[in-house]
């Protein structure tokens, strides 16, 4: 029943806090999360022969989303501030060509979670393509991004139902 | 025909820079973007009724939005700085109860569009929200990020067209 | 007698760098920060009836400190970085109309204390509430920032006396 | 009468924004707000002692405070981004050795004023002062934080009177 | 003569703020600083074969250049922030296989120079590839970081006379 | 032979990620790097007359180096976010009166090596000693930032060869 549930970041009064994590265990905390970047066949494709060549479109999205990774504890205001031990992102062309597919997976020894941290990076990642390829597709649509699986903390391992809604 | 336009950022090598915007003319530019949350109904209505007390869910989220617009040059690797002169983030309730809908809308006397400020506020608003909401609903997506319209420079005023690819 | 005391921050020959904690012990500290708004009754009274409608004076301070306590090592040349485990910041509205008071408090299990970040905290909630308010008070005066309590460390628990100077 | 005010980042639903200064314009501003550290007698005299040969905590609060003028809009929410063209901090040994005072001065050819980048640089120079001298006086208080003086825009020069209160 | 010179950040008592640009006219700046990395030539190879495949190495520090050259006022304590209009970063294989050099222009409409963000361009880039390659090099010396070419401003046009002394 | 080394921050693929350093050990690790800036004798000694009365262009180059090591993992995009222990900046003036040579150590326990910090601080330490000094000496060239020495983690304790090669 939904009144056992309570949105953790807010106390009794409605204010807003960050939560007090002293007292939760160190454990190891993996989380994935996806989103993807719906563009024109012709978009996509550009950024696949730019990839063949250079690749840098894909590669500064890489490193976008990771720089935002790092940056989560600033971006979100009640996120703890963490050191995370492993930031990857990888890419993958939608095999009905209707776009690009990012993931974001962060890896953390300590006491929260790290899923923020992966949905900021796919964001960013996410951001950073929309503003390489805007002069020819402005019409681009950022969609989708959720968190696909995550390891670690008293819930233990967490999936994604495969039939959830999609975005 | 696709080969009459370019990947902006990329220069003949395929190597990415900053593009040199030096003289372009400064107009009053205007952008405004959307995007949402999907969630189960119980969540919304959590966040509608502590909007109802204290607003704070929203009041948080609108804050991280207009912050990470101010932020977006230091996110996104090849955006120019800016010095915004309005950011503005409202928020509704989607008529279906299937989430929450925000918008940002950024404005500028510059030599650069906004959009990727507006883009940037509404995706930084989106992930607030899952951050406060996630020990509830952790199966949330964030979905449908993209610009709405957007005024000044040399391509004028653009509108998304209403039957475009939904997200 | 004060030849015993010595600035930490300064070595022999008077030049500043960032204190050795690496063999101090990691324990748990908490610090007490307060500070307050010293403003007109009707400034106060428009944040009062602005907080029983929808909060956003106070929820804006309250996230701005919350940020600013994260970015404590960034503000303050010579403190260590750290992961702070919790902050909260609370109002009161002073017993004679004077103004606003401001608490804050950080947590931490970590080698060195977090007094600076709830005293950070403090100020920038301070200077959050004065940005909002001085179209209608720009006299407006932030004082008696102090530290109230701390403990953890090698000294302990530590508490202002109550008759102490009055900023 | 206090309705004909309103406070200016709140809307008409008493919702925050950063208010729309495009059709401001651009003039001259110059902003000084001071502010001070009440501590020991000989707490002042090691600072000044120090003062005398390396001169490092004051240099050191002063960097502290010129850096942190420059992040004034990435610290307070609602406040806009500036291009700061001057920035001075000076400091004052208070004539009845109570404590130090610290200056902060700010110019901006722009469409805001510079009030919140010059108090944000004289709190984070308090903070500074209260950091590096923490050890050996830790119940510093800082106090008395205001604007003295502002030039420029709608409202022109507005000086603080003499004989208003005291933080 | 060298007494005609005084230091520009330093005032009358020697003590450092941030000069005073706001009578300065905004003319059209331009600055390109170079650097170099040595190498073995071994690890040099690595990066050219990796850069005929994927070019990661030098796109990652392309980005962190650039990035860097947006952050120069927030590095640097007495630099202003600056609205970059044009930030590139080119490399060169130097022509005796003793390692890489790195270029980089950075572009403005200002009041200020923009060598210091050429430079903290560059040295960045110099401080990733060194990151990327400590692994199988850790003996890497970042050497020769210099102005090489400014334009615009009272001082006009300056240029590095070819046979200056070498880092 | 160098097949038996590889890019450890480049993937199979030729992709960047930030390593996994999850399993890594914590160890006490320090790193000691070093770099100079070459200058005109007259500058030189500019800057040793102003230290003599009131210390500040190396006050606040210290301070700049200091500040900077806390922010390498912002500035590096692959570096591991780290929680330094120690940070400290020491000069030298070069005994040929060529110019000023920069020293940086920083400690930590923890699960990376430090090395880059430390020559993040010492690179921005010189950027700031260009900054203040360029109006009189624009021909300066930072120079020779390489790493002394490092200890811990698997490699152990690393000292640089006295005749490596020169920068």
Redesign the interface.
């Known amino acids: 029943m939904?009144t056992s549930?309570?949105?953790?970041?807010?106390n009794a009064?409605?204010?807003?806090?960050?939560?007090?994590?002293?007292d939760k265990a160190v454990t190891?905390r993996v989380a994935i999360a996806s989103?993807q970047v719906?563009m024109q066949p012709?978009t996509l494709?550009?950024?696949k022969d730019?990839s063949h060549?250079?690749?840098?479109?894909?590669?500064?999205a890489?490193?976008?989303g990771?720089?935002?990774a790092?940056?989560c504890?600033?971006?979100?205001?009640?996120?703890?501030?963490?050191?995370?031990?492993?930031?990857?992102?990888?890419f993958e062309f939608a095999s009905d060509s209707s776009g690009l597919i990012i993931h974001g997976l962060c890896?953390?020894?300590g006491?929260t979670g790290v899923?923020?941290e992966a949905?900021?990076a796919v964001?960013?990642a996410?951001?950073?393509i929309?503003?390489?390829?805007?002069?020819?597709d402005?019409?681009?649509?950022?969609?989708?991004?959720?968190?696909r699986e995550k390891q670690g903390g008293k819930t233990g391992h967490?999936q994604?139902?495969t039939n959830?809604?999609?975005?």
Chains 1, 2, 3, 4, 5, 6 share one sequence.
């Open positions: 939904s549930y309570s949105l953790t970041h807010v009064n409605g204010e807003a806090n960050m939560v007090d994590v002293s190891h989103g719906l012709s494709k550009m950024i730019n060549k250079k690749g840098d479109v894909l590669a500064i890489r490193i976008a990771i720089q935002a790092k940056k504890g600033d971006l979100i205001p009640l996120c703890h501030p963490l050191m995370l031990t492993k930031v990857q992102i990888d890896k953390l020894d006491k899923e923020m949905l900021t964001s960013v996410c951001l950073t929309f503003d390489m390829c805007k002069a020819v402005p019409g681009m649509i950022i969609s989708n991004i959720h968190v967490w994604r139902e959830d809604r999609q975005g």
